[in-house]
């Protein structure tokens, strides 16, 4: 119980973990030593080592990983960044594989994802000669929720702060999307610098959200709602800090929202009129289950309306759900079963992953096969969906009432 409070998925009591598991530690050494004094200490003993065993193994295998994150501050060989980012990948695989904590697989990933930023940022600037106004690279989709895996396909934005010649932010992007690749780094090819839709100053970037407002034109308010899961990746804090307050401004508008809230209210939850599940009936994943489709997607889009729809200006999922919950925008049942839902298909996608080949899409992984499925995890699978749907309604609700 206390490491299921640990892990934050109980809204009502995450606070008093620590102090939990401490009495209720003395209560039963308490009971147990009253019945059988001498198998009591045997027992804690055994205990305590195998724990000790399990910390050490985390702390080499963390440690491990660290070291392979620091190192990207002085690479610079193609070789070096792509066995870099192949090392790090599979001893993070590993690591999930032994402790089975999305949470921290994605905490160790979107730190080795802002290094790689940090030093593709660092290779690009030497390549130019002239001096670059104060800028950030920022990343969207999974890794802007801070779920990156090296099967996402990331998207990139990139803003600075005052007066640039266009040839040399163009130039900049060339390197900058270039270094990435020699990395190894999956790119959405058509969402990156080297796209004018996705580089701009910050009057650009207004200028773009004025008009898409008065425009109202679907397809352009589709694109820069892909802001809305957004995380800085390199470059200057300040000027990213100030892009944030600008996507926050637009994006927190009536028209906005109800582009992404009417999209959302449009995707399954996957499962059916009569309680089944929605299987793939044909290609070559027949009979899987897409987690992309009916999972990551209806919820990511749902809690990111409701967190722009109350002003919630926090990064990943988990975040979001408390933030919502603090401000009474959310009650904590549905936080809760919202959280445990998350767990439920990130397990699932991190599962699936570790057997990927590199060099696969996400969407081409994340087919579950459910006739392997236990009875208890089918289940647990099912409830998670079917929270899916009911967060949807309440987002239809909570739209309904809102100014």
Not at 18 to 43: D, K, T
Not at 188 to 200: F, H, S, V
Request: charged content about 25%.
């Amino acid at each position: 119980m206390a490491l299921l409070l640990a892990k934050g998925e109980d809204f009502a009591s995450w606070r008093g973990v620590e102090e939990f598991a401490v009495s209720y530690r003395e209560a039963a050494v308490r009971l147990a030593s009253r019945r059988h004094p001498e198998g009591i200490a045997q027992l804690l003993e055994l205990t305590e080592d195998l724990l000790s065993v399990v910390e050490r193994e985390n702390n080499s295998m963390s440690e491990g990983l660290e070291r392979l994150t620091k190192e990207l501050s002085s690479a610079g060989e193609q070789s070096q960044l792509r066995t870099l980012l192949a090392d790090f990948y599979d001893r993070a695989y590993r690591h999930f594989g032994r402790f089975g904590s999305p949470i921290a697989m994605f905490s160790m990933t979107e730190t080795f994802l802002s290094a790689l930023g940090d030093c593709c940022l660092r290779l690009a600037r030497q390549q130019i000669d002239a001096p670059l106004p104060p800028l950030a690279l920022l990343v969207m989709g999974p890794a802007g929720r801070r779920e990156a895996t090296r099967f996402c396909r990331v998207q990139l934005a990139l803003v600075w702060d005052g007066e640039a010649p266009e040839a040399l932010m163009v130039q900049l992007g060339e390197e900058l999307v270039t270094w990435l690749r020699v990395c190894g780094v999956s790119l959405e090819e058509t969402i990156t610098p080297l796209n004018p839709d996705w580089r701009g100053s910050l009057d650009q970037w207004q200028t773009r959200f004025e008009a898409a407002a008065a425009k109202k034109d679907q397809r352009v308010l589709i694109e820069l709602l892909r802001l809305a899961d957004r995380t800085a990746l390199a470059g200057d804090s300040a000027v990213a800090d100030s892009f944030g307050n600008l996507c926050q401004q637009y994006l927190g508008q009536r028209d906005f929202i109800a582009n992404l809230v009417e999209r959302c209210l449009l995707l399954s939850n996957g499962v059916g009129m009569m309680g089944s599940l929605k299987l793939e009936k044909s290609g070559p994943h027949r009979g899987g289950f897409s987690l992309l489709d009916h999972a990551f997607l209806p919820l990511a889009a749902a809690v990111a309306a409701l967190s722009l729809m109350h002003g919630v200006n926090l990064v990943g999922t988990p975040e979001r759900l408390r933030g919502l919950v603090r401000i009474s925008k959310l009650d904590v049942d549905l936080a809760e079963r919202t959280l445990h839902a998350w767990y439920c298909f990130s397990e699932h996608r991190l599962v699936l992953e570790q057997t990927a080949m590199p060099g696969l899409d996400c969407r081409d992984i994340l087919y579950l096969p459910t006739a392997a499925l236990g009875a208890a995890e089918s289940e647990r699978l099912r409830l998670s969906l079917e929270t899916v749907g009911d967060l949807q309604r309440y987002l239809q609700v909570s739209f309904g009432a809102y100014r």
